[in-house]
């Protein structure tokens, strides 16, 4: 009979062995779900991780892959601080929406001047507007023991209906012949965040990499970084320690908000354009997977911020290549998450064998 066993100490080795498997186990099981569908796995598995880097259109998809990963590992780093402390803010699409929308709304405050001043207001309000947005959670927690999972996700609707009503309302561009969306910021320069547009680079791909080396210090170099991991691990043991969890709380919950926000601002103000209906696509549940998948370690969330941004890129070829419904593509990614889940198991239980008396 094939038991769990717990381990003494949690394995290492599997620790940094099951995201390499599961990704392997969501290839082997997407390939099944694909041919079920009709297609051939093994070209609709290439398709989607090899032809973004390796087929004869990969000088104008690589870039994407900085566009799409940029989001997905600011908001992701900013996860990671609350779930190594057990603070799970599920809301991050909120504050990317929330961020997008008051970083957008400065710089068409100061449209058509053209002054370097507008992009970083913008990146301050932006930053500003997720920090807000979080502390709603944070501070109905700290207040009245509210549980952040559930008040984060239903800020999420709240806030796509806070982005419908700009799009339709108080954003709508004067010019646009009555159609919904804002003015394009990405071609007003003074508000733009490209910064060479041909190689996929922009202000927010600049500050992922920031957020990363900050997040490696913070955690590992740093006093906050160990209350943050002993509240984690030990939330008694970290109130002997003098950490204060309230506070502790307030600040994880900011910083995941604020670097959700900065996401958006960026996205608005480059790759989106523009304030739009359509404008939220899912990066702040995605950049869930992207926090697991990477350990909650800042350079395996670059890691996988990359790989999920791969699975965005191909999974658009495949669209239209081999005619792939969308939401094959999320269940993909979605299999990556559950394997995940599934195998991590083996990094605080081993596989064992027991004899059953009959």
Same mark, same amino acid.
């Given at each position: ?6 381990? *003494?100490? $949690? ?9 390499? #498997? ?10 099944? !779900? ?13 398709? %989607? ?15 994407? =892959? ?8 600011? %908001? ?20 990317? %929406? ?13 449209? *058509? ?6 992009? $970083?207001?913008? +990146? ?38 806070? !982005? ?15 159609? *919904? ?29 920031? @957020? ?17 991991? !002993? ?13 204060? *969890? ?13 670097? @959700? ?7 608005? @103000?480059? $790759?989106?354009?523009?304030?739009? +209906? ?19 370690? $800042?350079?395996?969330?670059?890691? @996988?911020?990359? #790989? !999920?941004?791969?699975?965005? %890129? ?11 419904? #969308?939401?094959? =593509? ?5 299999? #990556? ?22």
């Amino acid at each position: 009979m094939i038991m769990l066993e717990k381990r *003494p100490q $949690p394995s290492r080795a599997w620790a940094y062995v099951t995201p390499l #498997l599961a990704v392997a186990l969501t290839m082997v099981f997407g390939g099944i !779900l694909f041919a079920v569908l009709g297609q051939n796995p093994f070209e609709t598995i290439r398709t %989607i991780f090899l032809d973004p880097l390796f087929s004869e259109f990969a000088w104008f998809y690589r870039p994407q =892959i900085l566009i799409k990963g940029a989001p997905l590992v600011l %908001i992701a780093i900013g996860l990671s601080f609350g779930f190594r402390a057990g603070i799970w803010n599920i809301g991050a699409e909120g504050q990317y %929406i929330v961020g997008a929308i008051c970083g957008a709304g400065v710089g068409l405050a100061f449209y *058509p001047l053209e002054s370097f001043v507008v992009l $970083p207001l913008m +990146i301050a309000a932006g930053a500003s507007g997720g920090f807000l947005w979080a502390m709603i959670p944070g501070f109905l927690r700290v207040r009245f023991g509210t549980n952040e999972i559930l008040v984060s996700l239903m800020l999420v609707y709240v806030a796509e209906q806070l !982005l419908a009503s700009m799009a339709l309302g108080a954003m709508r561009n004067p010019d646009g012949m009555g159609f *919904p969306g804002s003015r394009n910021l990405s071609q007003y320069d003074a508000a733009t965040s490209w910064i060479n547009q041909n190689a996929g680079m922009h202000w927010g791909v600049v500050f992922a990499f920031i @957020a990363v080396i900050f997040a490696y210090i913070a955690l590992s170099r740093h006093i906050f970084g160990f209350n943050v991991r !002993l509240s984690g691990q030990s939330p008694r043991a970290a109130r002997f320690a003098g950490v204060n *969890p309230g506070r502790l709380v307030l600040v994880c919950m900011g910083i995941s908000g604020g670097l @959700a926000g900065l996401a958006g601002l960026f996205e608005v @103000a480059g $790759p989106a354009g523009q304030i739009s +209906i359509d404008f939220n696509v899912g990066y702040g549940f995605t950049a869930i997977i992207v926090a697991f998948l990477g350990r909650l370690h $800042p350079v395996g969330i670059l890691l @996988a911020g990359g #790989l !999920l941004a791969l699975t965005y %890129i191909g999974g658009e070829i495949a669209q239209s290549n081999l005619g792939l419904p #969308l939401a094959a =593509i999320q269940l993909l990614q979605g299999m #990556l998450l559950f394997f995940l889940l599934a195998v991590d198991v083996l990094t605080n239980y081993r596989l064992t064998t027991r004899k059953v008396s009959i």
